[in-house]
């Protein structure tokens, strides 16, 4: 079965720090997405690549920052945390055909 | 504006009910519509895809597609506990590489 692995599955962070969410996908696939869910907003796209190298803007941006460095490896960067980042964050890859999500990763920011 | 709207946002129904769940799309470009489904505290896997007008049935799970209202329903008969979860629809957009996703339906089922 295809493999999201992310890290830390945790956070607590201090607001103005920076954090770094690491996503690891051992399926090959092209596409890598960060999304964000809070209570009655669903899954929002913040940041999506299309391969090594490449990052784009989803519909959430401000205040994120992404690096894809490899096919298997994308990060999501929150250079000056604030509580308003404080929600459960999913790694996923795929394509439109279907996307295979990591576990997520609760960050709360204090 | 959320690019797909669902409804109703949480839904109770009897073990062995029918549910029912819709899900439209503000982008006319949208050909397909995917359902995800997301037990508390883990991660969305999906459950069905429909890519063309009329209706596709997996078991106790159905599916219908009407592309020219840009709406797709979920029913789920014989409904179960186990069915109990947050129900995700999502939708391409014109960009083909990326799914947006709908707020969900979160869905109960009583014994």
């Known amino acids: 079965e295809a493999a999201v692995t992310q890290s830390p599955r945790n956070k607590v962070a201090v607001t103005g720090g920076k954090v770094t969410l690491s996503c690891n996908q051992t399926?090959?696939?092209?596409?890598m997405y960060w999304y964000r869910q809070d209570t009655g907003h669903g899954l929002r796209l913040i940041h999506y690549?299309?391969?090594?190298?490449?990052?784009e803007k989803g519909d959430i941006p401000d205040g994120y920052k992404a690096s894809r460095p490899s096919q298997e490896n994308f990060s999501l960067i929150l250079e000056l945390a604030t509580p308003s980042q404080t929600s459960v964050y999913f790694c996923?890859?795929?394509?439109?055909?279907?996307?295979?999500f990591g576990k997520g990763t609760r960050l709360t920011v204090v | 504006q959320q690019k797909v709207q669902q409804s109703p946002e949480s839904l109770i129904v009897p073990e062995g009910g029918m549910a029912s769940l819709n899900c439209t799309s503000s982008?006319?470009?949208?050909?397909y519509f995917w359902w995800y489904r997301q037990h508390s505290g883990k991660s969305p896997k999906m459950l069905m895809?429909?890519?063309?007008?009329g209706e596709k049935e997996e078991g106790r799970f159905t599916v219908h597609l009407n592309k020219a209202s840009l709406h797709t329903s979920l029913h789920i008969r014989d409904s179960q506990p186990s069915d109990s979860a947050l129900y995700l629809c999502?939708?391409?957009?014109?960009?083909?590489?990326?799914?947006?996703f709908g707020s969900g339906t979160k869905l109960t089922v009583e014994p």
């Open positions: 895809s429909i890519f063309s007008n």
């Open positions: 996923a890859s795929g394509d439109f055909r279907e996307v295979f």
């Open positions: 982008d006319r470009n949208v050909d």
């Open positions: 999502a939708a391409p957009m014109s960009n083909y590489n990326v799914l947006y």
């Open positions: 690549s299309y391969g090594a190298g490449s990052t």
């Open positions: 399926n090959n696939h092209n596409n």
